[in-house]
């Protein structure tokens, strides 16, 4: 089946009318929404008792795990979205590229790639390689009803910089390796990487997904004119292959202060910002048209209440009056994170902020 933009109508998706989906738009909120990046996760009691004994890549293809861990932030905190519960690196998963994602270290790739040859190990992906997706989202918004669903999906820098360095970086130094000396090479994996991006989110939307989110978390390692040049063509085909279905999309990356304008430009509806640049300077640099999203530092929430709430007005008060503002953290929930910090800010948020 083909989604089309009509299939996103109040008509057809309840959660048209969300404050999410709203603020998204740009349009007037009953409040400001609120949703946390990696809400589902280790902060969750609940989460740690599913997940026991199921590796995460595991947890990933089995729908009533995903659909559960999605739920799970939803009901306790009465977030305003939830996020599939994923990884970034899921979709490279499913085309048989060898990796696993190891506790306390992240994505860890078994060959890293280095060479025009490694290119070889980068095949489409088909929506069958990713069936478990479309039936978790399919279970997801039936249960979610008016709640809209985010997918997401790792941007083709973040994803190269894994592949090329083999796991977790500082200083991504063989990715940039790659970028600087050999220009070509580094052009045809982002394309490749950008076209397996853009299947993996039309799976999602097709199955109901309500918006996307493109994770550049290391995109900020980047200087604006390199950015521009070596990655924001990429990012921008994968944004472009989602236009037509009239679900927001929503660009975000860590430490990209610098980079905010060029991450609009690169074809999103909404940008987000991490807690390094105050809210209206960073809708400043994104410029009219778009909404933003962010941007509590997530260390905040070890901070006694009255200092979060201080935090969280600070936010607010950046934000007033731009039109179009999703309140969020500048990165996501710290794993040994108060749940019941998380969900005293979300009653903050919609309690300081009701028209
Ligand atoms: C860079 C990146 C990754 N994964 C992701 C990013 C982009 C966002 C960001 O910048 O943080 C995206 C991601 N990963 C996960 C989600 C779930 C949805 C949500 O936000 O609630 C999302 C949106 C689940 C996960 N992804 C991962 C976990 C933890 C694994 C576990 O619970 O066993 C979760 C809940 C694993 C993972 N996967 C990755 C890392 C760095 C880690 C942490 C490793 C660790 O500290 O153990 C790669």
């Given amino acids: 089946m083909v989604v089309t933009a009509d299939d996103h109508s109040p008509a057809q998706n309840p959660a048209a009318d969300s404050a999410f989906l709203r603020a998204c738009r740009r349009e007037p909120v009953p409040h400001t929404p609120v949703w946390f990046m990696r809400q589902a996760g280790r902060s969750l009691p609940e989460y740690r008792r599913v997940r026991e004994g199921i590796g995460m890549l595991d947890s990933c ?5 995903v659909t559960e861990i999605t739920l799970q932030p939803v009901r306790r905190h009465r977030v305003d979205a939830a996020i599939y519960f994923s990884d970034i690196v899921v979709p490279l998963k499913a085309i048989g590229v060898d990796l696993d994602i190891k506790p306390g270290v992240g994505p860890v790739v078994g060959r890293p790639f280095r060479t025009r040859e490694d290119l070889e190990r980068l095949r489409p992906l088909e929506p069958d390689d990713v069936a478990y997706v479309t039936e978790a989202v399919g279970m997801l918004t039936g249960e979610l009803g008016a709640t809209p669903l985010i997918g997401f999906a790792g941007a ?26 050999a220009p070509e090479l580094w052009a045809d994996l982002l394309d490749r990487l950008a076209d397996i991006t853009a299947a993996f989110l039309k799976v999602q939307v097709e199955a109901g997904a309500s918006a996307v989110q493109l994770f550049d ?44 304008g060029a991450m609009g430009e ?25 909404a933003v999203q ?29 039109p179009g503002h999703v309140f969020n953290l500048g990165h996501g929930v710290l794993p040994d994170t108060d749940p019941d910090a998380l969900t005293r800010l979300v009653e903050f948020v919609h309690e300081r902020t009701v028209r």
């Fill in 61 to 65: 293809m089995r729908p009533d795990l």
């Fill in 156 to 181: 083709p820098f973040t994803l190269a910089s894994y592949l090329v360095e083999g796991g977790p970086s500082r200083n991504h130094e063989h990715t940039k390796a790659m970028m600087y000396g």
């Fill in 217 to 260: 978390s290391w995109a900020g390692a980047l200087a604006p004119e390199d950015y521009r040049r070596s990655v924001l063509p990429a990012s921008a085909k994968v944004f472009g292959a989602v236009a037509g279905y009239g679900v927001p999309r929503i660009h975000f990356g860590v430490g990209t202060g610098e980079l905010l």
């Fill in 266 to 290: 690169a074809g999103a509806d909404v940008v987000g910002a991490d807690w390094r640049v105050p809210l209206d300077e960073a809708a400043r640099r994104i410029g009219p048209g778009r």
């Fill in 294 to 322: 962010g941007n509590l530092d997530p260390a905040v929430l070890f901070a006694p209440r009255e200092a979060v709430e201080a935090q969280a007005l600070r936010v607010l008060e950046a934000a007033r009056g731009l």
